[in-house]
Every structure is written in structure tokens, then in C-alpha cells.
């Protein structure tokens, strides 16, 4: 390391880029651990219906404790994809999420994240079997998030991997729709119960994501897909994604993710009210 790049004449970059390969190291071995330990939660987000103001899902959104800070799975999760661990932290979440669901709410559904690793692992689906069967949650209240870069390089066994899901009763969902590799084409591939528009639009400014949004709509009515818009932090966005006929929100708007036990049954009444005084007015018969 040190002594080699010093050979190699990388010398005057050595110190910085040795901090950060130890930095790396040390986060993927603390990782490899952090389930045994007990470091990792769920924390929930509401998914909230407009046309009613209530909440018809939960997203699970994983959170790791490592010493006193919180690291984001934005930070940690692309290390766990890249080293393999993504399989057991995923299966960690899958078993978590169908157990916080079964016990402590009745009806809603809750949302899951897989990376494309966990959901090519040969063991993905005796995983979400298993974990459906130890927790008796009914399979149509669990839903699996996956991206668009699942159905890149192996169409065929994704498909086919989608379809098992499918056939378990759980749902589909397409997450972050509008980033990477996006194209319509990928909505027809596969009947998708949901689309999750990307933030990146919803905070789009400019009139073209709004005629994408749109069209995004058509389509997936067109599918009977649910459309749910990602990353509403304004009521501005609000009115427009309600004035194009969205009827699905989550975001910082109107509630955040948080641990299980703060996590809000119900919207609160003035949450509710931002929500219903919008509701475009009827038409006068
Ligand atoms: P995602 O699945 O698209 O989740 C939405 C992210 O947006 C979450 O970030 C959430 O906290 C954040 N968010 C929600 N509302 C707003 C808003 O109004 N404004 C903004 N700016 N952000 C908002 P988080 O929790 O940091 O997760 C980031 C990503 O990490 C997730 O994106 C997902 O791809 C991945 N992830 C999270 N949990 C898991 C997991 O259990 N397994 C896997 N494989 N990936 C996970
Ligand atoms: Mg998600
Ligand atoms: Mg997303
Ligand atoms: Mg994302």
C-alpha cells in the first residue's frame, strides 16, 4: 500500500487515498456485523392517498445505528451491494418489515426496497415465503420496491422472478421511475401494481417533467398501475400533482419517515385539511 504506491510513484496521492480505502474497510467489516449487533432499524414512512386523505401504506426505510450517528442507506447500501452483504441485510428487512406489519397494524400494507443483488440471489423468494409463512401476514399487504436496473442485464429471469412474486400474492412496485435507464417500455414489460415517480420530477420546475408526469399517468391508468409520487415537499407540488390527477404522495410534506413506535397511525387534522381543501372542486351537473 504506502510503500507500493510509493514505488509506483503515486506518492504525493497516497496519504488521502489510503484514508479513504481504510475508511471503506472499515465501514464493510463494521457492515458485515452490524445485523448480529443489533444496529439496524426500520424506520416507516407514510404513502398517503389524496383522494382521501388517509394513509395506504408504509415504505420501510432501513437505518444504521453505528456508534452514536445514523448512517444513511444512501452511504451504506451501495457498499452492501457491491460486497454481497445486501443479501442478508436484505433479508433481515424483508423478515422485519412482514413482522413490525403483522403485529402492529391491522390493515395497511407495508413497502419494501431490494436492491437488484437481493432480488437475483437464488434465495430471494424462499426468503419472502419464509417470512410471510413466520409472520401469517397476508402476502397482498407486502410490497417489493424494485429499480429499473433489475430488468437490465437478465430481462428474462427478472421477469420470470416478478412473476413468482406475483404468483406468492405479493406486489410490484417500480421505484424511482424517471432516473437512470428510464423508458416507457420498461412499464409495459411487466404488469407493475405501482410506479414510483421519481423526486426528481415531482421537483422539477420545468414544463417538460410535468408533461412526462403526465403521460407517466396515462399510461399506467391505461395499466391499472398506481402511481405514487416521491419527494412532495411543497403544497405547491401538491396542487399540481393533484391538478394532473395524481392520487398517491409521500414526502417531507406530509410526513417523514421515523422509528415504528413515533410513526403516525393517522394524518394529523391539519395534514388531512392541507390535503382535502385542495382536492380539485367538482364540476357544477
Ligand atoms: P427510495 O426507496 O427512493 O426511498 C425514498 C427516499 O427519499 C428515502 O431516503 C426517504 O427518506 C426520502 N424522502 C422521502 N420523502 C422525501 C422528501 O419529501 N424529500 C426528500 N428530499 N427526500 C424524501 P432514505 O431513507 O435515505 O433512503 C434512500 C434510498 O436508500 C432509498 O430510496 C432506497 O433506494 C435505499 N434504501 C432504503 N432502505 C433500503 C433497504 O431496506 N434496502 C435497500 N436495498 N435499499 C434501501
Ligand atoms: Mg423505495
Ligand atoms: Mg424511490
Ligand atoms: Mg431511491
Request: overall charge negative; proline content about 5%.
Given at each position: 500500500?504506502?510503500?507500493?504506491?510509493?514505488?509506483?510513484?503515486?506518492?504525493?496521492?497516497?496519504?488521502?487515498?489510503?484514508?479513504?480505502?481504510?475508511?471503506?474497510?472499515?465501514?464493510?467489516?463494521?457492515?458485515?456485523?452490524?445485523?448480529?449487533?443489533?444496529?439496524?432499524?426500520?424506520?416507516?414512512?407514510?404513502?398517503?392517498?389524496?383522494?382521501d386523505?388517509?394513509?395506504?401504506?408504509?415504505?420501510?426505510?432501513?437505518?444504521?445505528?453505528?456508534?452514536d450517528?445514523?448512517?444513511?442507506?444512501?452511504?451504506?447500501?451501495?457498499?452492501?451491494?457491491?460486497?454481497g452483504?445486501?443479501?442478508?441485510?436484505?433479508?433481515?428487512?424483508?423478515?422485519?418489515?412482514?413482522?413490525?406489519?403483522?403485529?402492529?397494524?391491522?390493515e395497511?400494507?407495508?413497502?419494501?426496497?431490494?436492491?437488484?443483488?437481493q432480488?437475483?440471489?437464488?434465495?430471494?423468494?424462499?426468503?419472502?415465503?419464509?417470512?410471510?409463512?413466520?409472520?401469517?401476514?397476508?402476502?397482498?399487504?407486502?410490497?417489493?420496491?424494485?429499480?429499473?436496473?433489475?430488468?437490465?442485464?437478465?430481462?428474462?429471469?427478472?421477469i420470470?422472478?416478478?412473476?413468482?412474486?406475483?404468483?406468492?400474492?405479493?406486489?410490484?412496485?417500480?421505484?424511482?421511475?424517471?432516473?437512470?435507464?428510464?423508458?416507457?417500455?420498461?412499464?409495459?414489460?411487466?404488469?407493475?401494481?405501482?410506479?414510483?415517480?421519481?423526486?426528481s420530477?415531482?421537483?422539477?420546475?420545468?414544463?417538460?417533467?410535468?408533461?412526462?408526469?403526465r403521460?407517466?399517468?396515462?399510461?399506467?391508468?391505461?395499466?391499472?398501475?398506481?402511481?405514487?409520487?416521491?419527494?412532495?415537499?411543497?403544497?405547491?407540488?401538491?396542487?399540481?400533482?393533484?391538478?394532473?390527477?395524481?392520487?398517491?404522495?409521500?414526502?417531507?410534506?406530509?410526513?417523514?419517515?421515523?422509528?415504528?413506535?413515533?410513526?403516525?397511525?393517522?394524518?394529523?387534522?391539519?395534514?388531512?385539511?392541507?390535503?382535502?381543501?385542495?382536492?380539485?372542486?367538482?364540476?357544477?351537473?
Open positions: 500500500s504506502a510503500k507500493q504506491n510509493g514505488r509506483n510513484g503515486y506518492q504525493a496521492f497516497e496519504p488521502g487515498m489510503g484514508r479513504a480505502l481504510r475508511l471503506r474497510q472499515e465501514l464493510e467489516s463494521d457492515l458485515g456485523l452490524a445485523i448480529e449487533r443489533g444496529e439496524f432499524e426500520l424506520f416507516l414512512q407514510p404513502r398517503v392517498d389524496l383522494t386523505a388517509r394513509i395506504s401504506s408504509y415504505e420501510a426505510l432501513i437505518r444504521w445505528r453505528r456508534g450517528i445514523y448512517v444513511s442507506p444512501a452511504d451504506f447500501i451501495p457498499v452492501a451491494e457491491a460486497s452483504l445486501v443479501v442478508p441485510i436484505g433479508e433481515w428487512v424483508i423478515r422485519e418489515a412482514c413482522r413490525i406489519a403483522a403485529s402492529q397494524f391491522e395497511t400494507a407495508i413497502s419494501v426496497n431490494v436492491s437488484p443483488r432480488f437475483l440471489d437464488p434465495g430471494f423468494l424462499s426468503v419472502i415465503r419464509q417470512a410471510l409463512a413466520e409472520t401469517g401476514l397476508r402476502p397482498e399487504r407486502l410490497e417489493l420496491e424494485i429499480t429499473e436496473g433489475v430488468l437490465i442485464d437478465d430481462d428474462s429471469r427478472a420470470h422472478i416478478l412473476g413468482e412474486i406475483k404468483a406468492l400474492g405479493a406486489l410490484v412496485s417500480l421505484d424511482d421511475f424517471g432516473t437512470g435507464y428510464s423508458s416507457l417500455s420498461y412499464l409495459t414489460r411487466f404488469r407493475f401494481d405501482t410506479i414510483k415517480l421519481d423526486r420530477f415531482v421537483q422539477a420546475t420545468d414544463e417538460t417533467a410535468w408533461h412526462v408526469i403521460s407517466v399517468l396515462g399510461i399506467a391508468g391505461g395499466l391499472r398501475a398506481r402511481v405514487v409520487a416521491e419527494g412532495v415537499e411543497t403544497t405547491q407540488q401538491l396542487e399540481r400533482l393533484m391538478v394532473v390527477g395524481c392520487t398517491e404522495i409521500q414526502g417531507f410534506l406530509v410526513a417523514e419517515p421515523r422509528p415504528v413506535r413515533d410513526v403516525p397511525r393517522k394524518l394529523d387534522h391539519r395534514t388531512r385539511a392541507m390535503i382535502l381543501d385542495r382536492r380539485p372542486s367538482r364540476e357544477p351537473v
